[in-house]
């Protein structure tokens, strides 16, 4: 089994920063995309950012040139560094990780970290 583990959300005051932080371990041959969601009540879950294996990244038109996503690829960790942070980030982020276990392509998901950022 996979599990992947959120840390570092919390409370911020807007124009604050907080780290993300989610690490996977288990039962991994490769991981292929990691990446943060981002899921209010009531609306459909959607991507944050997104990062291959290779470095390649990818980020929601809302949150480009504030929210930044690396990883660690010895460590399959994936980061979201996080910066001028609005009300309207406040959100329950998810990781998710594109993991190949016995030549196979699974998705998986963390249970959530809370960001709620106050104005």
């Known amino acids: 089994q996979v599990q992947l583990v959120e840390s570092g959300g919390g409370l911020v005051q807007a124009g604050g920063s907080l780290r993300l932080s989610c690490a996977a371990s288990?039962?991994?041959?490769?991981?292929?995309?990691m990446g943060w969601y981002r899921q209010a009540p009531g609306k459909q879950r959607e991507l944050v950012a997104s990062i291959t294996s290779g470095g390649s990244s990818n980020y929601a038109d809302s949150v480009k040139g504030r929210f930044t996503i690396s990883r660690d690829n010895a460590k399959n960790t994936v980061y979201l560094q996080m910066n001028s942070l609005k009300p309207e980030d406040t959100n329950v982020y998810y990781c998710?990780?594109?993991?190949?276990?016995?030549?196979?392509?699974?998705?998986?998901w963390g249970k959530g970290t809370l960001v709620t950022v106050s104005s």
């Open positions: 288990g039962s991994i041959f490769r991981i292929n995309v």
């Open positions: 998710n990780a594109q993991v190949v276990r016995f030549l196979k392509e699974m998705d998986y």
